[in-house]
């Protein structure tokens, strides 16, 4: 078996807090504050790849260079300032 592959399927903490690049803890507060999407089997809670990365996409704050600036028309940004 090779543990090098990315997990497929529900993820345990640890996998899910290596993918985000957080600690254990972290996420263990994520889950408590209900930041962050779960799945609860019993007493395991495990994470599916799709909700980390729709949380990683509804966090991305600031300027992206690849999206269209929506404030001018034809998404170009106004030049002048």
């Known amino acids: 078996m ?11 903490k640890q ?5 985000l690049g957080i600690a254990v803890n972290t996420l ?3 889950i408590c504050d209900r930041k ?3 799945v609860k089997m019993g007493a395991l809670v495990k994470f599916r790849k ?3 990365d729709r949380f990683i996409m509804r966090n991305v704050h600031g300027r992206q260079s690849d999206v269209p600036d929506k404030r ?3 998404g170009q940004a106004d030049q002048n300032g």
């Open 2 to 12: 090779n543990t090098d592959a990315p997990p497929i399927g529900l993820w345990n």
């Open 28 to 30: 263990n507060h994520w």
């Open 50 to 52: 799709a909700d980390l």
């Open 36 to 38: 962050i999407v779960f």
């Open 15 to 19: 996998q899910a807090a290596a993918y």
């Open 72 to 74: 001018v028309p034809g």
